[in-house]
């Protein structure tokens, strides 16, 4: 998916098609973000002003780079999670065996269109230590492009716990609800968290 022109891609996001959507976008911030925070750990290591903390830049550095190859599949995860979804809405329902077929295909269509952000979720808030320790040693002239980077953070953790919040409204299996419940409201500490910080930051 990023590999297309940015300009399709804005069309396609705007136009009434179900995919590209907020899942897309999601990734897009999340990959932003640890794209910033690269730029700002690249400054650091650039500059002889931060030789004394060069050695741990570096090591932020490789963090980020694998960080970012995660997040760069993202957006396609999230345009395929629905396939699942969309091919048991599809499927026959005129008997009993073909409606029980169906409802175990959109059952666990949900799941993986549950799970995919869930997973990018556990990926995107590795950033947040990270960037927030780049605001400490990190180059000084810089500084703002963390704090943008970090917030494009806090929208992809929204987005995806948004996207989990949706889905699981169409689940009936209620193990897997209250799993993905608890692991929510973790998630959305973690966010108020970053938010704060954030606005103590600026």
Known sequence: MLNRDFTE??????????????????????????????MVVNLTIDNKNYIDVRDEAIKIRD?????????????????????????GFRMKRSTEEEKIARFEVIENGYKIATDVPYETLKTITRLIPIGLRLYDIGN??????????????????????????????????????????????????TMRSLRASLDELI
């Open 9 to 38: 891609f804005i069309e396609d996001l705007s136009s009434s098609m179900p995919a590209p959507g907020g899942g897309a976008v999601v990734g897009v911030n999340a990959i932003l973000g640890a794209s910033l925070l690269l």
């Open 63 to 87: 963090e980020l780079l694998e960080i970012k190859e995660i997040l760069m599949g993202a957006p396609q995860r999230d345009a395929e999670a629905f396939t699942e979804v969309a091919r």
């Open 140 to 189: 000084r002239t810089a500084l703002g492009d963390v704090l943008v980077g970090l917030k494009q953070v806090e929208i992809a953790i929204f987005g995806s716990i948004e996207n989990m919040v949706q889905n699981i409204k169409s689940i009936k299996d209620e193990k897997y609800v209250s799993k993905m419940e608890r692991e929510i409201e973790k998630y959305l500490k």
